[in-house]
C-alpha cells in the first residue's frame, strides 16, 4: 500500500482529495494536517510513504518545511499542489526537495498518477510544464530577478506582493515583524524596486500571486 498524509488548510478541499487519492486502489490515506506542524507530527505518527501538501498552508512556509521533512524524514515523498503558475514555482520547489509538482486544476485521474509516480521515486511534472521548460532552454539569456532570492525571501516576496501587511506576513511564517521588514528592505535593494508598490505590481505582473 501506499500511505498517503493530506495536507491542506481547508477541510473540504481534504475531504475531496481523500476521495480522489483512493481511487487508486492500493493507496490509503493515513492522515490529514491543517498546518505545516501537523504536517509533521502526522509524518511522524503515521510512516506515512506520501506527503501530499499544499503550498500556502499555515505555519513556517513550504520551503522550510520541505528542509524539515528531508532532515528528518528523507524517505517520505513531497507532491505538493498548487493554483499558482507552474513556470513559477515548480522548479524552486524540487530544487528545495519536492519530488513532484500538481496544479490543483489538474483531473482527478492525474492526481492518482502523480502519487504513484512519486512512490516509485521518480519526480513528477506535468506534460504541459515539461515541454514548456524544454522550450524556454536557450532562449532566456538572463534569469528573473526573482530567480536569484533564497527560497525565504522568494517566499516573503510572494506574500508581501499578494498584499499582505509585514505583521500579517510575520504571522504566517513564524517570524518578527522586524525580520520580515529587514526581508523587505533587501528585497527591494535587490531587486532595485523604488517603492513597495514597484515590489507589489512585479509579483503581480510576474504571476507569482494566484
Avoid at 513550504?62 to 499542489?81: C, E, G, K
Avoid at 498518477?113 to 521548460?133: D, G, M, P, T
Wanted: with cysteine.
Amino acid at each position: 500500500m501506499i500511505r498517503v498524509v493530506i495536507a491542506d488548510d481547508h477541510p473540504v478541499v481534504r475531504s475531496g482529495l481523500r476521495q480522489i487519492a483512493t481511487l487508486g486502489p492500493e493507496i490509503e490515506v493515513v492522515g490529514e494536517a491543517a498546518t505545516g506542524e501537523e504536517a509533521l507530527q502526522q509524518v511522524a505518527s503515521t510512516g506515512a510513504d506520501v506527503l501530499l501538501c499544499d503550498v500556502t498552508m499555515p505555519g513556517p512556509g513550504i520551503f522550510p518545511l520541505l528542509t524539515q521533512l528531508r532532515d528528518t524524514h528523507p524517505a517520505v515523498r513531497v507532491l505538493v499542489l498548487s493554483i499558482h503558475p507552474e513556470d513559477q514555482y515548480a522548479v524552486r520547489l524540487l530544487r528545495a526537495g519536492a519530488a513532484g509538482y500538481l496544479n490543483k486544476d489538474r483531473s482527478p485521474e492525474e492526481l492518482v498518477e502523480a502519487i504513484r509516480r512519486v512512490h516509485a521515486r521518480r519526480r513528477y511534472i506535468s506534460v504541459q510544464l515539461a515541454e514548456a521548460l524544454a522550450a524556454r532552454i536557450g532562449l532566456e539569456p538572463m534569469a528573473a530577478p526573482h530567480e536569484a532570492l533564497s527560497n525565504r525571501e522568494f517566499d516573503v516576496l510572494c506574500r508581501l506582493g499578494a498584499g499582505l501587511s509585514v505583521k500579517e506576513v510575520a504571522e504566517a511564517l513564524g517570524l518578527s515583524s522586524k525580520t520580515v521588514s529587514t526581508y523587505r528592505v533587501r528585497l527591494r535593494e535587490k531587486m532595485q524596486f523604488r517603492t513597495n508598490a514597484d515590489l507589489v505590481r512585479y509579483v503581480n505582473g510576474r504571476g507569482l500571486v494566484p
